[in-house]
């Protein structure tokens, strides 16, 4: 995908819940496309510092349940490396992150191959 970061939407997903749940605020707005020191930076770096403002507010994980939405790639043979990363970013436990992907049935701007789209839930505790 193309975005002004490495444009990971999964991560993007999972930041923004992260962020969300300890209202505090949003992606775009604490790392926006306008400031230049963002461009191609890793979401995964992202990640860190949106745990790290989750944390400082006294929050934690409980767990993430996250969908990605695409026709191709396939992903479901990276989902448990994908899981790991994101585990090991975050600080918490592999068991504590469902990764599931999903097509649109070649329905809408994901059926016809025109993007991408991912979803998160998250659990805080405090």
Known sequence: MEGHSDADVLCHAIGDALLGGSSSGDIGHLFPDTDKKYKDISSLILLKKINGIIKSKGYYIENIDSTILLEQPKVEKYIDDMRVKLAQTLEIEFD????????????????KKEGVAAYAVILLGR
């Open 96 to 111: 504590r992150i469902s990764v599931k992907a999903t097509t649109s049935e070649k329905m809408g701007f994901v059926g």
